[in-house]
T-cell receptor
Framework: DTGVSQDPRHKITKRGQNVTFRCDPI?????LYWYRQTLGQGPEFLTY????????KSRLLSDRFSAERPKGSFSTLEIQRTEQGDSAMYLC???????????FGSGTRLTVV | AQSVTQLDSQVPVFEEAPVELRCNYS??????LFWYVQYPNQGLQLLLK??????LVESINGFEAEFNKSQTSFHLRKPSVHISDTAEYFC???????????FGKGTSLLVTP
């Protein structure tokens, strides 16, 4: 068990560019979640997957945000046409279906300049 | 919807002193409650959780929290803090969604010698 891995740890991009983040969950976990954390705030739920199915995406912040989890393993979060307001820490977590034993990754810090 | 209020944004305390970090929640349904800790530039780590049963829950590093349904509170306490406890602490609540956690804004605990 190597925990939840996120890549990259930091990303600096110019406004208008597309970015993609990757999350590798704990292999035994069925569920994978994405959260966003802005400065001085708690994490904010974005979306989650159970195996390869994305079961909730209505809380993605706009249609510029999308997430995938092909084959029910790793997941990617893409932000198209980035804006300065997208600057934040993007956190991934995974868990078993039952219970709330979330394990968070270390996050990807996005800075849009 | 469930929500969390962390009543103190910052709590300064001297080493070996007791500390209480306050958390109140609002919910019309049964809830699960959590405390997470976040060290600088790291993801969130689960500190303790209340799912059911005993209203007093403990962590392995000396923290405890008590679920108080009548006061809708889940305050975090430690009788004697260490310098290494300096971190951001987040209270979170789940509810009828079955998957998403709603986090408070966090309390910054600063322990000084």
């Amino acid at each position: 068990d190597t925990g939840v891995s996120q890549d990259p740890r930091h990303k600096i991009t110019k406004r208008g560019q597309n970015v993609t983040f990757r999350c590798d969950p704990i292999s035994e976990h069925n569920r994978l979640y994405w959260y966003r954390q802005t400065l001085g705030q708690g994490p904010e739920f974005l979306t989650y997957f159970q195996n390869e199915a994305q079961l909730e995406k209505s809380r993605l912040l706009s249609d510029r945000f999308s997430a995938e989890r092909p084959k029910g393993s790793f997941s990617t979060l893409e932000i198209q046409r980035t804006e300065q307001g997208d600057s934040a820490m993007y956190l991934c977590a995974s868990s078993f279906v039952e219970g709330y034993g979330y394990t968070f990754g270390s996050g990807t810090r996005l800075t849009v300049v | 919807a469930q929500s969390v209020t962390q009543l103190d944004s910052q709590v300064p305390v001297f080493e070996e002193a007791p500390v209480e970090l306050r958390c109140n929640y609002s919910s019309s349904v049964s809830v699960y409650l959590f405390w997470y800790v976040q060290y600088p530039n790291q993801g969130l780590q689960l500190l303790l959780k209340y799912l059911s049963g005993s209203t007093l829950v403990e962590s392995i590093n000396g923290f405890e929290a008590e679920f108080n349904k009548s006061q809708t509170s889940f305050h975090l306490r430690k009788p004697s803090v260490h310098i290494s406890d300096t971190a951001e602490y987040f209270c979170a609540v789940s509810g009828d969604s079955g998957y998403a956690l709603n986090f408070g804004k966090g309390t910054s605990l600063l322990v000084t010698p």
